[in-house]
């Protein structure tokens, strides 16, 4: 099946600081790219979808000022969490779509001290 | 509103003690029915896909099934290496996937 590689598996950064998160698809190609958020005991929820070549589209509530998604190749999808505070501490997981099964990547876990 | 509701929250098990979590849902246009394994600190692992009711999968000590309403998943005889989280998630007409908020199962020795 697909391999998704996910990186950083665990990040702590520092108030009004940036993070980015990388999703690399390491045996196919993705042109789509799901990014979910998960909290401590509660579902995973989509926060947007990011296409290759083109602008994401995030769902309702999630700010796109924040939460910068970046797909600029067929194999490397990006989250970036700009001036992270600490509710945005959280499980961030990417999956690509089922056109390629249904392989998560292995998520990250963000602290935000 | 769509909605994917898992129950119960937690469950404990002894070893070899059967049970079935349950995922109710209430989805216009179901397309399709997931449910993955979640360890601690690591993404979803897939386990079986469910489209249509009446549909079986089995893999190992598990076996999901599906009617119009619900889905179960089937545990039996389960180990401690059966302790995770258990997510069931459902689609629409696109590959986004609307999840519950999992089964905590912890088998004991």
């Known amino acids: 099946g697909a391999v998704v590689s996910q990186h950083p598996s665990r990040v702590i950064c520092k108030s009004g600081t940036s993070v980015k998160i990388e999703c690399r698809s390491l045996?196919?190609?993705?042109?789509?790219m799901f990014w979910y958020r998960q909290f401590p005991k509660k579902s995973l929820m989509l926060m947007a979808t990011?296409?290759?070549?083109?602008?994401?589209?995030?769902e309702q509530g999630v700010e796109k000022d924040k939460f910068l998604i970046n797909h600029a190749s067929l194999t490397l999808s990006t989250l970036t969490v700009t001036s992270a505070h600490p509710e945005d501490s959280s499980f961030y997981i990417c999956k690509p779509d089922t056109t390629y099964g249904y392989t998560f990547g292995s998520g990250t876990r963000l602290t935000v001290v | 509103e769509d909605q994917v509701t898992q129950s119960p929250e937690a469950l404990r098990l002894q070893e070899g003690e059967s049970s079935s979590l349950n995922c109710s849902y209430t989805?216009?246009?179901?397309?399709?029915l997931f449910w993955y394994r979640q360890d601690p600190g690591k993404g979803p692992e897939f386990l079986f896909t469910?489209?249509?009711a009446g549909e079986e999968k089995e893999k190992e000590r598990l076996k999901a099934t599906l009617t119009k309403k619900e889905s179960f998943l089937h545990i039996t005889a389960p180990k401690p290496e059966d302790s995770a989280t258990y997510l069931c998630?459902?689609?629409?007409?696109?590959?986004?996937?609307?999840f519950g908020t999992g089964t905590r199962l912890q088998v004991f020795p």
């Open positions: 998630a459902v689609s629409k007409n696109t590959d986004k996937l609307i």
């Open positions: 990011s296409n290759e070549g083109s602008k994401a589209t995030y």
């Open positions: 045996d196919f190609q993705a042109t789509t």
């Open positions: 469910l489209y249509s």
């Open positions: 989805v216009s246009g179901l397309r399709g």
